[in-house]
């Protein structure tokens, strides 16, 4: 995330100091026992003090044919 999303990191490093990386998967952790791995993956991770939520999966608009 640190390189793919900087400016996340950036806003969470800021937030939460070097407890960041642990609240960071702790949330992730919490998404994904209440929405389940599929949604966590399509609609990223929604994280208070963020403009969007964290992407942890990149989908093309590509059709396979």
Excluded: N, Y
């Amino acid at each position: 995330m640190q390189e793919t999303q900087p400016e996340a990191w950036q806003a969470l490093s800021k937030a939460h100091g070097p407890a960041a990386a642990t609240m960071l998967a702790d949330r992730l952790r919490a998404a994904l026992d209440r929405q389940g791995t599929l949604d966590v993956l399509r609609h990223g991770l929604d994280v208070v003090g963020l403009r969007r939520p964290i992407q942890l999966a990149q989908f093309s608009a590509r059709r396979w044919r």
